[in-house]
């Protein structure tokens, strides 16, 4: 709340109206679709602590990497889920997002749930430890 105090009403209202054009685009690419699949994000799971990673060689911030693929649907406001859709070479989980059009969380549950019936990520586990992958 305090950090608002620093936003103008003139920044506000233009981060509404681009709010609009993202929330059009994803729209107009639901128009012909009951969802939209894409990776939740553009890495595996990384240590406990870690604050910085790299994407293709260059040198990113943990954090912003892990919210790269959800923030636009976060922004946009259409509802979205991530399920377990395999793993790394290492065993590490990678997800996958379902996005649905706007008050349609119905179908982006559906769609998660017959994933989860006819695969069987979400049940495995990544090692946790030496012990485990002795």
């Not at 636009?72 to 859709?85: D, E, I, L």
Request: hydrophobic share 45%; charged share 20%.
């Amino acid at each position: 709340m305090a950090q608002s105090a620093f936003v103008s009403g003139a920044h506000y209202v233009r981060a509404q109206q681009i709010r609009a054009l993202v929330r059009a685009d994803v729209d107009d690419a639901l128009a012909r679709r009951d969802v939209l699949l894409a990776p939740t994000t553009p890495i595996a799971a990384t240590p406990l602590g870690q604050a910085e990673t790299s994407i293709a060689r260059v040198p990113a911030n943990v954090r912003g990497s892990l919210l790269r693929f959800t923030r636009p649907f976060n922004f946009s406001g259409h509802p979205a889920c991530s399920v377990p859709c395999g793993a790394t070479g290492d065993g590490l989980p990678l997800g996958m997002q379902i996005v649905g059009r706007p008050f349609d969380e119905v179908t982006v549950l559906r769609v998660a749930d017959a994933w989860q019936r006819a695969t069987d990520w979400h049940t495995r586990r990544p090692p946790l430890g030496a012990e485990e992958t002795a």
